[in-house]
T-cell receptor
């Protein structure tokens, strides 16, 4: 079956690193994504990783994939107030539909 | 290069009325996807269309919902005889034909409220 699980809330102090975790069930998933949604806005594609990769880094963002455990994480270094948003983990086999988790609300503490 | 455009951004309908949601894909994109986001939930796939063709509608409710992507003009998601449970944010995404469906770019969404 298709299912993506992630914790609903995360609070982090400004300047610290944020780590958002996700697990998925479909071992045939080819692409794994992180999307960001700010209040009242659409989804912004932050990054994606192919299932044959272990890690992808893009500026402050680091994605780690443990395919054996079906675990995906997003690390945001030096978290800023502008990072406050909902972060969605998602998976796809690359055909049409993307399967989304319920989202993790990242709250930045001053 | 404009992104995916959706209109209206907010739509209020009374129970029993029809809702029409429009989506213009990014320039050069020929694949369109519709998703629904219920309050406090993630997005759920509804339908995937290419020009004049419905490719996958496995996520569409069987009744009252329809979608089209004509040769000219935007893609339309149509909800007939709306009910309170249809209140949600409806997002459209598009992708270029050469990458298939894995690289989807989302519009800002239409927030439908049924009163």
């Amino acid at each position: 079956g298709e299912d993506v699980e992630q914790s609903l809330f995360l609070s982090v102090r400004e300047g610290d690193s944020s780590v958002i975790n996700c697990t998925y069930t479909d071992s045939s998933s080819t692409y794994l994504y992180w999307y960001k949604q700010e209040p009242g806005a659409g989804l912004q594609l932050l990054t994606y990783i192919f299932s044959n990769m272990d890690m992808k880094q893009d500026q402050r963002l680091t994605v780690l994939l443990n395919k054996k455990d079906k675990h995906l994480s997003l690390r945001i270094a030096d978290t800023q107030t502008g990072d406050s948003a909902i972060y969605f983990c998602a998976e796809s086999m690359g055909d049409d539909k993307i399967i989304f988790g319920k989202g993790t609300r990242l709250h930045i503490l001053p | 290069n404009a992104g995916v455009m959706q209109n209206p951004r907010h739509l209020v309908r009374r129970r029993g009325q029809e809702a029409r949601l429009r989506c213009s894909p990014m320039k050069g994109h020929s694949h369109v996807y519709w998703y629904r986001q219920l309050p406090e939930e993630g997005l759920k796939f509804m339908v995937y269309l290419q020009k004049e063709n419905i490719i996958d509608e496995s996520g569409m409710p069987k009744e009252r919902f329809s979608a089209e992507f004509p040769k000219e003009g935007p893609s339309i998601l149509r909800i007939q005889q709306v009910v309170r449970g249809d209140s949600a944010a409806y997002f459209c995404a598009s992708s270029p034909s050469e990458t298939g469906g894995y690289e989807q770019y989302f519009g800002p969404g239409t927030r439908l409220t049924v009163t």
